[in-house]
């Protein structure tokens, strides 16, 4: 019997590709999404795409999705009781067997180590399909696999602003600085999917501008296209 298992889902390729693993693989049975945005203005944290786009998303997956609301600067105590609270109500939701979370995490030890640390107490395990591919691999598994995603954040310490927007593409793989790696695993950049085999039809993702934000990087306003308009 597969096991059920909820995927953290940031909106960008990392989490798309661990997605994409675990529904083909039998022994795991993917039941919803969970999601963390911050602020009022209820963005995903890292890639800073709008609970708007995350919801379009999970719909064109066919998936529930689950949204967790954290305060702008949240600390590590009020992240913690957040996802307690939303593990929980995950459980409820779902079923009782459930207790398996997936990451889209390559390589980050620490950042591995902090997330089984804090999923223990709770009594969930943390799954890590991506866990140990070279970088590299991953990158082309995306693209060769025809998921469509694009550049949503930089690190303008480590790349430069004009790649924000961009497509990932393999014309974007072999544009980047050596220095960089191809997944952005340090940070190098985040990226929100919007097309591929596992959404049953392409969002209209809309880029509208580029906005700076301290204290080094560089974000697009991303909205979902209306009818008349152009993305």
């Known amino acids: 019997m597969a096991t059920p298992v909820l995927v953290s889902w940031s909106g960008g390729k990392d989490a798309a590709?661990?997605?994409a693993r675990l529904r083909s693989d039998p022994a795991w049975r993917v039941v919803g999404l969970l999601t963390s945005v911050v602020g009022p203005d209820a963005c995903v944290q890292a890639q800073g795409i709008p609970l708007a786009i995350v919801e379009a998303q999970a719909a064109a997956l066919g998936l529930p999705l689950q949204v967790m609301r954290l305060p702008s600067m949240p600390d590590n105590a009020c992240y913690v009781a957040a996802l307690a609270e939303s593990l929980a109500a995950a459980r409820a939701a779902h079923e009782r067997a459930l207790r398996h979370i997936a990451y889209g995490?390559?390589?980050?030890?620490?950042?591995?180590?902090?997330?089984?640390?804090?999923?223990?107490?709770?009594?969930?395990?943390?799954?890590?399909?991506?866990?140990?591919?070279?970088?590299?691999?991953?990158?082309?598994?995306?693209?060769?696999?025809?998921?469509?995603?694009?550049?949503?954040?930089?690190?303008?310490?480590?790349?430069?602003?004009?790649?924000?927007?961009?497509?990932?593409?393999?014309?974007?793989?072999?544009?980047?600085?050596?220095?960089?790696?191809?997944?952005?695993?340090?940070?190098?950049?985040?990226?929100?999917?919007?097309?591929?085999?596992?959404?049953?039809?392409?969002?209209?993702?809309?880029?509208?501008?580029?906005?700076?934000?301290?204290?080094?990087?560089?974000?697009?306003?991303?909205?979902?296209?209306?009818?008349?308009?152009?993305?």
């Open 17 to 19: 590709l661990a997605l």
């Open 105 to 231: 995490d390559l390589h980050l030890a620490d950042v591995r180590a902090w997330r089984e640390g804090v999923l223990q107490p709770l009594a969930w395990s943390g799954v890590f399909p991506l866990w140990g591919t070279a970088p590299q691999a991953l990158a082309h598994e995306f693209i060769a696999g025809g998921h469509r995603a694009v550049l949503c954040r930089v690190d303008t310490s480590q790349l430069a602003a004009h790649y924000c927007g961009r497509a990932y593409d393999a014309h974007l793989l072999a544009d980047l600085p050596a220095s960089c790696d191809p997944c952005g695993e340090r940070g190098e950049f985040h990226t929100c999917v919007h097309d591929g085999p596992l959404f049953a039809y392409a969002l209209p993702l809309r880029q509208d501008r580029r906005l700076a934000e301290a204290p080094h990087a560089v974000r697009c306003a991303l909205s979902l296209a209306t009818a008349g308009t152009t993305g």
